[in-house]
T-cell receptor
């Protein structure tokens, strides 16, 4: 079945540092790939997505490129802020009778210190 | 704001008691989902619904049942709660709207219901 593997956290960075959170996946066919973010006490919200190979998703300074050859979708940001502290989830979507059934990775907690 | 509300937001109960969590949406979306979130496991799908009275099992459905008698409500029931069901439960709806073509792939999540089973 489909699966998503992402680096374990927590990841602790100083403000303005460069961020990379690794994500690799296993799936049949051509899934869509997502990064969701969860701020403390809240539900998940979509950060960015890519629907086909070589697509780059971007939002709020975060980027991720759909790499089919390495089955990866790593999340990057050039300069993190304290407000980026959250849990980040990589996910893939397989369309079936359930519409957007998402398979999630285990989540990576990011802590940014001033 | 995607118009999803979950209730209750927090609940403490004892082993063996029944528990029902409610998800209510105001978006008229066809698909609704229940996930549980546990440390190290991310989110795992419990059950989902693709229409009124149309539901199916997800990855971790044992010990849970669901019902959807109206488009806007999706209920998750633990018939006899166990300590292993202590978790945070999230409801989600698909970003699809009626008549829309290919899915956008986006889910909108509620704020979660924290359940503790003693």
């Amino acid at each position: 079945g489909d699966s998503v593997t992402q680096m374990e956290g927590p990841v602790t960075l100083s403000e303005e540092a460069f961020l990379t959170i690794n994500c690799t996946y296993t799936a049949t066919g051509y899934p869509s790939l997502f990064w969701y973010v969860q701020y403390p006490g809240e539900g998940l919200q979509l950060l960015l997505k890519a629907t086909k190979a070589d697509d780059k998703g971007s939002n709020k300074g975060f980027e991720a490129t759909y790499r089919k050859e390495t089955t990866s979708f790593h999340l990057e940001k050039g300069s993190v802020q304290v407000s980026d502290s959250a849990v980040y989830f990589c996910a893939l979507s397989s369309l079936n009778n359930a519409g957007n059934m998402l398979t999630f990775g285990g989540g990576t907690r990011l802590m940014v210190k001033p | 704001d995607a118009g999803i509300t979950q209730s209750p937001r927090h609940k403490v109960t004892e082993t063996g008691t029944p528990v029902t969590l409610r998800c209510h949406q105001t978006e008229n979306h066809r698909y609704m989902y229940w996930y549980r979130q546990d440390p190290g496991h991310g989110l795992r799908l419990i059950h989902y619904s693709y229409g009124v009275k149309d539901t199916d099992k997800g990855e971790v459905s044992d010990g849970y049942s669901v019902s959807r008698s109206k488009t806007e409500d999706f209920l998750l029931t633990l018939e006899s709660a166990t300590s292993s069901q202590t978790s945070v439960y999230f409801c989600a709806i698909s970003g699809d709207k009626p008549g829309q073509g290919r899915s956008t792939g986006e889910l909108f999540f509620g704020e979660g219901s924290r359940l503790t089973v003693l």
